[in-house]
């Protein structure tokens, strides 16, 4: 687990910050956000694995006139958010591990911590988001997918989910699936496509670079405001196609589900 939060130091931290309008961050939170809707009262809302406050101010949203609470593994990503002093009591701590009591909340939200887990690790994680949960209490999760990403090879603390395998670890875990869908078709289907493979030429940054990419580390790079209005567009319209209830996609970039303890 020390490797792991190496890995997400105060470097890596500034960068997924810098990241926070690019079309992949909002498109995405606006799917986790239509799928969980409607919130039509304050809730008790935990963000596990909160990164450096994306969906803080959506948190603060459901949870007002209360905070929600927001933990974090990497103490860098705690201090980011303290810094923008974003509405969330913060706490460093793991997901495998939370420090809550049964049934504290009412939705838990982790996006894209499953995917750095190991096999039991996940599991942990899948049980304690789920006992923290009232009986009824929702978790939105998103994770990667293993669609779109043909050679790319996975590690003990790095892998890759389809459909069945988050529902498995899910279900495993003593919550109901209620939705489960992949999303980001068009990055999904591009990422499809061949790509040339890594030449000698490369240097050694750019190795380290791609090998981050390819395990689950890699940034949203940044685009022209034209082209992040164009993808940004695209999620949208995914977002208002699952809105209705029952419908998925059957392929993307991204999983998401929506759970639910019994």
């Not at 927001?70 to 420090?99: F, H, K, N, W, Y």
């Not at 049964?102 to 750095?116: E, I, M, Y």
């Not at 875990?173 to 209620?178: M, P, R, T």
Request: proline share 6%; with cysteine.
């Amino acid at each position: 687990m020390d490797d792991q939060i190496e890995q997400f130091d105060d470097r890596y931290m500034a960068l997924l910050e810098a990241a926070r309008d690019h079309w992949w961050v909002r498109g995405m939170q606006e799917i986790g956000e239509t799928l969980i809707a409607p919130v039509d009262r304050p809730i008790d809302v935990l963000d596990a694995g909160c990164g450096t406050g994306a969906l803080l101010p959506w948190a603060a949203s459901l949870a007002a006139p209360s905070l929600p609470i927001a933990i974090d593994v990497s103490p860098a990503a705690i201090e980011r958010c303290r810094t923008a002093g974003l509405p969330a009591e913060l706490e460093v701590a793991s997901v495998t591990e939370l420090p809550f009591d049964d049934g504290r909340f009412d939705l838990v939200l982790s996006s894209d911590v499953l995917q750095h887990l190991t096999i039991d690790q996940a599991s942990s994680a899948a049980s304690e988001m789920a006992r923290v949960l009232r009986p009824g209490g929702r978790l939105l999760i998103r994770t990667n997918s293993a669609q779109g990403r043909r050679g790319v090879a996975e590690r003990d603390d790095w892998r890759l989910y389809s459909q069945d395998s988050l529902r498995s670890v899910l279900e495993d875990a003593g919550l109901e699936v209620d939705r489960l869908s992949a999303v980001n078709l068009v990055q999904g289907l591009w990422a499809s496509l061949p790509r040339p493979r890594v030449g000698e030429a490369h240097d050694h940054e750019s190795l380290v670079d791609e090998h981050r990419a390819h395990h689950g580390l890699g940034l949203t790079q940044p685009v022209g405001d034209r082209r992040n209005q164009v993808l940004l567009s695209l999620l949208r319209l995914e977002a208002r196609y699952l809105r209705k209830p029952g419908r998925s996609l059957p392929f993307g970039h991204s999983l998401y589900a929506v759970a639910r303890r019994p």
